[in-house]
């Protein structure tokens, strides 16, 4: 109304401003979260497609907002990269990864050979020191690792290709596994993919999802699968919701999946109940 500020075109500046106020205050809040220790990691299990046993894990952020409750990477990744954030945050989340499978492998054996997979961001990648944090995060841990694997996203793989060639040569050096995170939503191609030291692929949760569906979509998936293998590359399908889902990667040979059907993320101190033998 009228009354309230006017026609749509100052609706639309004042409803903006509102948005960069949010950001900023945002901002501001990422800060007090980092040094008030508000982040933390779940796990979501990833496990065989045959007999869904758990084979590793991916550590994904959280942050207990004060006010706003459990809030989601969704709401605060982009904005950690493009503050810098990200590097403190990243460390910190590639640190506890690390301390906590080292952790749950003293105390169980159940844990023998499982895997955890860490999230690295765009900005964590090129930064020079990456390869150092994690030879670091693996010593001050006592993980092994070839335990540890580094999930990067086609998009940042191609946006400097050389430079990001040398960055996972030495990552392979170390022993740590590449795996290409969302495949399928970028624009490179296997054959390009085969040119990094990469060891696993994991397909987009966008072409599981239409699989069932969709025959196209099936082909895809079908196609992808194949050509990974024949490259020496496992596959992990993301985003597995139902039983049709399972039944037809088992069928496309796909050996390890992540979903819902599985497991939802869990909390730290409820990841030990799930592994059994
Ligand atoms: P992502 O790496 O693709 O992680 C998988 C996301 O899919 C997770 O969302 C997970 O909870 C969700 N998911 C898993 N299974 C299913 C399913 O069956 N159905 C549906 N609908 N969703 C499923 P989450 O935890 O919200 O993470 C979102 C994104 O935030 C991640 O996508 C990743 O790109 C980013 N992220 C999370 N943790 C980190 C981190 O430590 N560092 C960086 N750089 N990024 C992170
Ligand atoms: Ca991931
Ligand atoms: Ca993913
Ligand atoms: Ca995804």
Redesign the pocket.
């Known amino acids: 109304a009228k009354e309230h500020g006017g026609d749509a075109a100052s609706f639309f500046h004042a409803s903006m401003l509102e948005e960069a106020l949010d950001l900023m205050q945002l901002e501001i809040d990422l800060h007090r979260a980092l040094e008030n220790d508000e982040f933390f ?2 796990y ?1 299990p990833i496990v065989s497609v045959v007999d869904r046993r758990i084979t590793g894990f ?4 959280r942050w207990r907002h004060p006010e706003r409750g459990v809030v ?3 709401a605060f ?1 982009a904005l950690a990269e493009h503050s810098g954030l ?1 590097h403190l945050l ?1 460390r910190k ?1 590639l640190d506890e990864a690390c301390r906590t499978l080292a952790k749950w492998r003293r105390v169980d054996q159940l844990f023998d050979g499982l895997t955890m997979h ?4 765009a900005r ?1 990648l090129s930064q020079t020191h990456i390869v150092e944090q994690v030879a670091e995060a693996l010593r001050d841990s006592c993980l092994p690792p070839h335990l540890l694997k580094l ?1 990067v996203t086609e998009t940042m793989l191609m946006e400097n290709p050389d430079y990001a060639n040398a960055v996972l040569c030495r990552l392979r050096d170390i022993g740590v596994g590449v795996c290409v ?2 495949f399928g939503t970028g624009y490179s191609s296997l054959s390009y993919l085969q040119r990094f030291p990469i060891d696993t692929l994991k397909v987009d ?1 966008s072409f599981v999802s239409r699989m069932t569906r969709e025959p196209g979509q099936f082909k895809i998936v079908q196609a992808v699968i194949a050509l990974a293998h024949s490259l020496g590359l496992e596959v992990v399908a ?4 139902d039983e049709e889902q399972r039944i037809m990667l088992l069928g496309l040979a796909c050996r390890y999946a ?4 599985f497991a ?2 869990l909390a730290a101190e409820d990841v030990p109940a799930h592994v059994t033998g």
């Open positions: 990691l779940v979501q991916e550590a994904l952020l989601g990477p969704d990744i990200i990243g989340a860490v999230n690295l961001s964590q999930e995170d969302d949760r993301e985003g597995v919701e992540q979903g819902f059907l939802k993320p």
